[in-house]
T-cell receptor, first 110, second 116 residues
Framework: EAQVTQNPRYLITVTGKKLTVTCSQN?????MSWYRQDPGLGLRQIYY???????DKGDVPEGYKVSRKEKRNFPLILESPSPNQTSLYFC?????????FGDGTRLSIL | GESVGLHLPTLSVQEGDNSIINCAYS??????FIWYKQESGKGPQFIID???NMDKRQGQRVTVLLNKTVKHLSLQIAATQPGDSAVYFC????WGSGGGADGLTFGKGTHLIIQP
C-alpha cells in the first residue's frame, strides 16, 4: 500500500529542546515536501526536496532544517523549537504534481 | 502572499443534494489545479486535478470546472453523502510541469457539512 508515514503523530515538548519529525515514503518518489497547517492560514510549505541531497526553502523555512540522504526519508528538524512552531505538520511526496500526504504530526511547543 | 482562496469557509448541504465548492486564483500563469479532501485527523487526499488546457474534468461523483477568464475553479460533488464531510482545498501549481508537491500553493479550505 502506498504510504507516507510520519512519526511521531503527536508531541508536546518545551522551548529549545531539539526535535526531529521523521517522514518516510514507499513509492520511490523523487519529490518530498513539508508543510505546516495553521487555522486561518491553510497549508504553507516549509521545505521541499526534488531528489536525494537536493533541498530548497519553501514559504516559511525559518526555524527548520531538513535533510535528504536517501530517497525514501525526509526528516524535519527543529533545532531550537519555539512556541510559534506549534502547529500541525504534514509531509508529502509526489512523482509528478499531486502529492500524497502523511496523516500529520501535531507539535505543541510550550 | 496567498494567491489561491476559497469563497466560503463553510458550506452546509443536505444529504443527497449536489455540492459546489468554489475557489479563486490570482496567478494567470498557473496551469495545473488540484482539489484535495481533508478529513478530520488525516492528511489531504487527492480528489481530482485539471490542467489549464481543459475547462471541465469528471471523476466519480466529482466534477472540476475551470474558468480561466475569471480565474475561478469549482468542485462539484454529486449526491453528497455523509462521507463527503471534510475540508476541501484547492491548490495551484504556478510553475507548470516543474513542480511536484513543492510547487503547490493551497487555498485556505472550505468545510463541507452534510445535513441528514
Amino acid at each position: 500500500e502506498a504510504q507516507v508515514t510520519q512519526n511521531p503523530r503527536y508531541l508536546i515538548t518545551v522551548t529549545g529542546k531539539k526535535l526531529t519529525v521523521t517522514c518516510s515514503q514507499n513509492m520511490n518518489h523523487e519529490y518530498m515536501s513539508w508543510y505546516r497547517q495553521d487555522p486561518g492560514l491553510g497549508l504553507r510549505q516549509i521545505y521541499y526536496s526534488m531528489n536525494v541531497e537536493v533541498t530548497d526553502k519553501g514559504d516559511v523555512p525559518e526555524g527548520y532544517k531538513v535533510s535528504r540522504k536517501e530517497k525514501r526519508n525526509f526528516p524535519l528538524i527543529l533545532e531550537s523549537p519555539s512556541p510559534n512552531q506549534t502547529s500541525l505538520y504534514f509531509c508529502a511526496s509526489s512523482l509528478s504534481w499531486a502529492g500524497h500526504f502523511g496523516d500529520g504530526t501535531r507539535l505543541s511547543i510550550l | 502572499g496567498e494567491s489561491v482562496g476559497l469563497h466560503l469557509p463553510t458550506l452546509s448541504v443536505q444529504e443527497g443534494d449536489n455540492s459546489i465548492i468554489n475557489c479563486a486564483y490570482s496567478n494567470s500563469a498557473s496551469d495545473y489545479f488540484i482539489w484535495y479532501k481533508q478529513e478530520s485527523g488525516k492528511g489531504p487526499q487527492f480528489i481530482i486535478d485539471i490542467r489549464s488546457n481543459m475547462d471541465k474534468r469528471q471523476g466519480q461523483r466529482v466534477t472540476v470546472l475551470l474558468n480561466k477568464t475569471v480565474k475561478h475553479l469549482s468542485l462539484q460533488i454529486a449526491a453528497t453523502q455523509p462521507g463527503d464531510s471534510a475540508v476541501y482545498f484547492c491548490a495551484e501549481n504556478p510553475w507548470g510541469s516543474g513542480g511536484g508537491a513543492d510547487g503547490l500553493t493551497f487555498g485556505k479550505g472550505t468545510h463541507l457539512i452534510i445535513q441528514p
